[in-house]
């Protein structure tokens, strides 16, 4: 089962009763996850829960413009690097995308200027 509680790993979706979130999962190799966390222990099955796991929205979506960090409604602010998909693609002048690598979803980053007095 996963859930999320805002007192364990800062409200990340975490298999029940761990800290291990469904990101540090799906980032992961099994192999590498079971070896790692002997203590757990983690098994095949959490793997697989985790990677069947639909992200809910937990809050809204956040842009810090002076670090330029992105936080996701999932609750995660790790993003994909630009694939070649993205690369190149022509959103308009002072925009760009990200793709969350917790749950997928593309966020288009829109920046402007504009004269006020």
């Not at 190799?29 to 966390?37: A, F, G, K, T």
């Not at 002997?38 to 095949?44: A, L, R, S």
């Not at 842009?63 to 995660?76: N, P």
């Not at 994909?80 to 002072?94: D, K, W």
Request: aromatic share 10%; glycine share 8%; net charge negative.
């Amino acid at each position: 089962m996963i859930t999320s509680d805002p007192d364990v790993r800062r409200g990340r979706w975490c298999i029940d009763g761990t800290r291990i979130d469904v990101l540090m999962l799906r980032t992961n190799s099994r192999e590498w996850l079971i070896e790692n966390y002997k203590h757990v222990p983690v098994t095949h099955e959490m793997i697989d829960e985790a990677l069947a796991f639909e992200f809910k929205p937990i809050q809204g979506a956040e842009l810090d413009i002076v670090d330029w960090d992105l936080t996701c409604v999932c609750g995660e602010s790790y993003w994909e690097s630009p694939t070649s998909e993205l690369v190149g693609q022509s959103y308009g002048p002072g925009e760009y995308v990200r793709v969350c690598k917790a749950c997928g979803k593309r966020w288009k980053v829109t920046i402007g200027l504009e004269a006020v007095g």
